[in-house]
């Protein structure tokens, strides 16, 4: 089976002409997606269909945002009655009082939450709350991490060649945008992740003037690489003995590897967290969320965090029943997404085995997962990652999954998901297609 894809290659060449790159968002066009991409029209459950008809098994989900998948019955029919009532008052709402408190009751160490609408948004939100309480300016980032395309965060996220990257005792901060002053990142420090001597040197160097360290719980916008055991128990201790604060950005691992995410998962208690993609199930929310004492930081703008559209009545709907949804049960949903990954991992690596001479390796936690083209046993950081993945030999098998119906991301530094929705069906049927793929690219 090849699919044709010519509906899409025309709107592409409509779309040239109107959006930047004929998409709204780079990742989703022919950097990732040669020579076009394809234009969806339709999706149910864990499966896609593009405007030529073309059904595809998903594991993109959105980057993240679906774990209950495409048009979730219920979801349609609790945000179908909500728009009959209006789509947004940007006044109080009874659903957000009754969201808030669903999520206050899953998270450890959290007592309130503020809603946001994106994950970019709650993480500026996020460091300027450490530097308001703390008075301190600089901010301690790891290399490799992501936290949206904000300024001050924007350094140091993206693949780079290995001989640029300087020593890791003092890694050389790169941009990663034209437009940002220097002033924008002049406070922004990066450190190796996932090496506990690096945080303790570059703490005890900094921490007098650092306000919080931030870092993603699993590294997820470079495949998927988890913490080592300890290692973020290990930041958090040594945040507390230098009066840095802690911030957790659980952007991807929040509501999705455990009811409680990362937080739950690692046994954390950081001062401050973020949460967006799975919470709004497919709308635009996110959240900044943490203990009293940081989260009165914003009362009456003293930390300022404003927003037309905080709190999106519709997304608020979709956040509590999909909260509902994947909790019902003893949680039984965060077991299923988490089994489905597990299962996808263990079997990718066994075809890997047989297929593919070990140059294929899949890392995960939980639901999330990811396929990466390395001679290497296993990718533990950032420089093995910029060193030794080969992003070409991905975006070929991407796209050769994609000709035959599965849908894995295009984009060769993110990550694949599970959802409530895939089936034993749609994994033998990925595995096939995978098998497939590694014989012929
Ligand atoms: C860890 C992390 N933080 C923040 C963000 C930004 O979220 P958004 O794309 O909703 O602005 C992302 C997006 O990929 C992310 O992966």
Redesign the pocket.
């Known amino acids: 089976m090849t699919y044709s894809t010519s509906e899409s290659g025309k709107l592409f060449e409509r779309a040239q002409k109107v959006l930047v790159e004929g998409v709204s968002s780079g990742s989703r066009g022919p950097l990732n997606y040669k020579p076009y991409p394809p234009y969806m029209r339709e999706g149910k459950g864990a499966r896609i269909w593009d405007v030529d008809g073309n059904e595809y098994i998903d594991w993109q989900l959105s980057?993240g945002c679906l774990p209950l998948g495409h048009a979730h019955p219920k979801i349609v029919e609790v945000v179908q009655s909500a728009v009959e009532g209006g789509t947004h008052f940007a006044t109080a709402l009874e659903v957000e009082v009754e969201t808030a408190e669903l999520m206050v009751n899953l998270l450890p160490n959290v007592d309130k939450v503020r809603f946001a609408n994106?994950?970019?948004?709650?993480?500026m939100t996020g460091v300027r709350i450490a530097r308001g309480i703390t008075g301190k300016r600089k901010v301690l980032k790891f290399e490799g991490?992501?936290?949206?395309?904000y300024d001050g965060l924007l350094v140091s996220s993206n693949p780079q060649i290995p001989s640029t990257l300087g020593h890791p005792n003092d890694p050389v901060r790169i941009a990663d945008s034209s437009g940002l002053t220097p002033g924008s990142w002049e406070d922004t420090l990066v450190c190796v992740w996932n090496d506990e001597d690096a945080i303790e040197r570059a703490l005890a160097a900094h921490g007098h003037e650092i306000a919080c360290v931030v870092t993603?719980a699993v590294m997820?916008?470079m495949g998927v690489i988890p913490p080592k055991p300890g290692y973020l128990k290990h930041v958090q201790e040594l945040c507390r003995a230098h009066d840095v604060l802690f911030y957790l950005?659980?952007?991807?691992t929040g509501f999705r590897v455990a009811p409680g995410g990362a937080m739950e998962l690692y046994d954390l208690q950081p001062d401050i967290v973020?949460y967006?993609?799975a919470l709004g199930q497919g709308f635009?929310v996110?959240a900044i969320a943490g203990p009293d004492h940081i989260m009165e930081s914003i009362e009456h703008g003293k930390v300022l965090h404003f927003g037309s559209h905080n709190a999106p009545r519709l997304g608020l709907y979709a956040t509590k029943t999909m909260l509902e949804e994947m909790t019902r049960d003893d949680n039984a949903g965060f077991k299923k997404i988490e089994a489905i990954g597990n299962e996808m991992t263990s079997r990718l690596n066994e075809v890997a085995r047989t297929v593919n001479k070990n140059r294929m390796v899949v890392q995960s936690v939980g639901s999330m997962f990811h396929p990466v083209f390395t001679d290497r046993e296993e990718i533990t950081n950032y420089r093995d990652f910029c060193a030794d993945v080969d992003l070409g030999m991905y975006r070929k098998f991407a796209a050769h999954l994609r000709e035959n119906g599965i849908f894995m991301t295009g984009n060769t530094i993110?990550h694949n998901l599970s959802c409530t929705e895939h089936t034993s069906q749609d994994i033998e049927d990925t595995v096939n297609a995978v098998g497939n793929a590694l014989e012929d690219i």
């Open positions: 980057f994106t994950g970019t948004e709650a993480c991490h992501y936290h949206g395309w993603e997820s916008n950005d659980e952007t991807v973020t967006g993609k635009p996110a993110l």
